[in-house]
C-alpha cells in the first residue's frame, strides 16, 4: 500500500459548498484531520486557528457589526477556544454581513454547547473520524473516494441484487491494496499521521497522543486535578472493547464510585474515542438485555492502550469491523441505526442494522472459515422478522463473496465490504 501523508477523505464531497448561505460545524476527535480537510474545503476562505492566544485577542477585540469586513467569510479552527466568535459570527450571519462559515474543534461538548446557545437551527454539523479502510485503499490521482461495498448494502432491498454484481473472489494482485488498508487499520488504526512514520516513530506516536488527549481534551472538558485515576479507568475501558459494559465492574477495578465511571465514559464518547452500541429493543425471540456494549474508535489508540502488540485477536477484529461501520454511517450520515442482538438466556448476534427498508443482520468471526454454528442466532432473527429482513452477512477475513444459506445469508470478507467493490468484468 502506498503511504503518503495525504488521503482523501469521503467527507470532503458531503461538505456544502462555500456559495451555500450555511453556517458549518466539522468536529471530530483530535488529530483526525480536520484542519487539513477545512483548509482543502475551503481553500479561498480566510483561515484563523483560535488556538493561537494572539489570534483569540484579537477576535476578542473585533466588534459584533465590524465582524463581516473584519473577517468575513472564514474557517474558524478549535472555535471553542473563543466562545465569543459564536455570538459574533451568529450576529454577523442574521445580519447578512457573511454568509458562509466553518467552525472545527475537537472538543465536542464544548462545541456543541456553544452551538446550541448560539447557533441553534443556524449550523450544519459534520464529523471527522479516523481513517476508513476506503480512504486508506484509494488512489490519490481520483477527485474523491469511491463509494464502498457496504454502503450499496445499506441502501438495498435484497443483498443478492449488490452481491451479484462483484466477482465472488479477487485475484492476488487485485486483493493486496485491499489487504494492506485492512491490516494497517487492524495494527496502527486509522490516524492520518501516522501514515509516514516508521514502526517505532508509530508507537511512540500513539503514546503521546494519550498524554495530548488527556491534558488537551480532557482538560477541556473535566478539568480533573488528579489525571491518574481516569488514565486508569481509560486503560481498563480499552481492554473491555467488545463487550457488555457494567459501570459497577468498571468502577471496581478501576478503584471510583459509579457515578464516577459513569462520567468518565462519557468524557471518553464525546470526545470520540468509545461508542455505546445498544442492545436492539424488541424481544425477536426470547427477551433481551438492556446492556449496552463498548466498542473503541480506533484500533491504533486501543492497542496503545491495552499494550497489546500482536496480531489482531477476535476482540480486536470485531472493534475494527464494527468501528469502520459506525465510521460509514456516520460520515455519509445515513438514515439508519446500528445495534446488537443478545437475549438473557445468551443467544447474541453482533450487529442488526435498521434502515427503511428492513433489518440486515451481521456476525464477526475473525477466522477464514465459516461453520454452521456461525449463522444459527442469525437464521432464528430472520424468522422472527419475517418480511423485514432484508438478508444477513457473516463478516470473516476469507477470500470469497458467497451465498451460504437463506433467508439471504452471505459470507463477505471484511476488506472487500469496508472498500471500493471492483465490478465484474
Not at 475537537?106 to 456553544?114: A, F, P, R, T
Not at 488528579?226 to 459494559?245: E, H, M, N, V
Not at 459501570?247 to 468509545?274: K, M
Not at 442488526?352 to 437464521?379: C, F, N, P, Y
Request: glycine letters at 8%.
Amino acid at each position: 500500500m502506498g503511504e503518503t501523508l495525504q488521503k482523501k477523505r469521503v467527507l470532503k464531497k458531503y461538505l456544502p459548498d462555500p456559495l451555500a448561505r450555511r453556517l458549518v460545524v466539522l468536529t471530530g476527535a483530535r488529530q483526525t484531520g480536520k484542519t487539513t480537510l477545512a483548509k482543502e474545503k475551503y481553500a479561498n476562505l480566510k483561515y484563523i486557528n483560535l488556538h493561537s492566544p494572539e489570534n483569540r485577542e484579537v477576535v476578542n477585540n473585533i466588534h459584533s457589526a465590524s465582524w463581516g469586513t473584519s473577517v468575513g467569510n472564514a474557517v474558524l479552527d478549535e472555535a471553542q477556544k473563543a466562545p465569543v466568535v459564536f455570538e459574533k459570527v451568529k450576529y454577523a450571519f442574521d445580519e447578512g454581513s457573511i454568509s458562509f462559515s466553518v467552525l472545527t474543534g475537537s472538543s465536542q461538548i464544548l462545541l456543541l454547547k456553544k452551538v446550541r446557545e448560539s447557533l441553534a437551527g443556524r449550523a450544519f454539523f459534520y464529523e471527522l473520524w479516523p481513517l476508513m479502510q476506503c480512504e486508506m485503499n484509494n488512489s490519490t490521482k481520483t477527485n474523491s473516494v469511491p463509494e464502498p461495498l457496504l454502503h450499496s448494502i445499506l441502501l438495498s432491498e435484497n443483498l443478492e441484487r449488490s452481491l451479484s454484481k462483484v466477482p465472488a473472489s479477487l485475484l492476488g494482485g487485485e486483493d493486496a491494496a485491499y489487504r494492506g488498508a485492512e491490516e494497517f487499520i487492524l495494527r496502527w488504526g486509522g490516524m492520518p499521521a501516522l501514515l509516514p512514520l516508521s514502526e517505532s516513530e508509530r508507537w511512540k506516536w500513539l503514546k503521546d497522543y494519550g498524554y495530548t488527549y488527556l491534558e488537551r481534551d480532557l482538560g477541556d472538558l473535566a478539568r480533573l486535578n488528579d489525571l491518574s485515576p481516569f488514565r486508569k479507568f481509560q486503560r481498563l475501558a480499552a481492554l473491555r472493547s467488545g463487550s457488555l459494559l457494567s459501570y459497577s465492574e468498571l468502577a471496581r477495578d478501576a478503584g471510583v464510585s459509579v457515578d464516577t465511571a459513569r462520567r468518565y465514559l462519557e468524557y471518553l464518547r464525546i470526545s470520540y474515542q468509545t461508542i455505546l452500541l445498544q442492545p436492539y429493543y424488541q424481544n425477536l425471540t426470547s427477551s433481551v438485555i438492556k446492556t449496552p456494549k463498548i466498542y473503541w474508535l480506533d484500533v491504533g489508540i486501543l492497542r496503545q492502550l491495552s499494550g497489546f502488540r500482536g496480531e489482531a485477536t477476535g476482540e480486536i477484529y470485531e472493534t475494527m469491523v464494527v468501528s469502520e461501520l459506525v465510521k460509514w454511517i456516520k460520515t455519509v450520515q445515513l438514515d439508519v441505526e446500528v445495534y446488537f442482538y443478545r437475549t438473557r438466556s445468551g443467544m447474541e448476534l453482533d450487529v442488526l442494522i435498521e434502515t427503511e427498508r428492513g433489518v440486515i443482520g451481521m456476525e464477526i468471526k475473525s477466522r477464514k472459515i465459516i461453520v454452521g454454528k456461525d449463522i444459527g442466532a442469525m437464521k432464528k432473527i430472520a424468522s422472527s422478522l419475517g418480511n423485514r429482513w432484508i438478508g444477513g452477512i457473516v463478516v470473516y477475513r476469507g477470500d470469497s463473496i458467497e451465498r451460504i444459506d437463506e433467508p439471504q445469508i452471505w459470507a463477505i470478507p471484511s476488506r472487500r465490504l469496508f472498500q471500493a467493490p471492483i465490478p465484474i468484468r
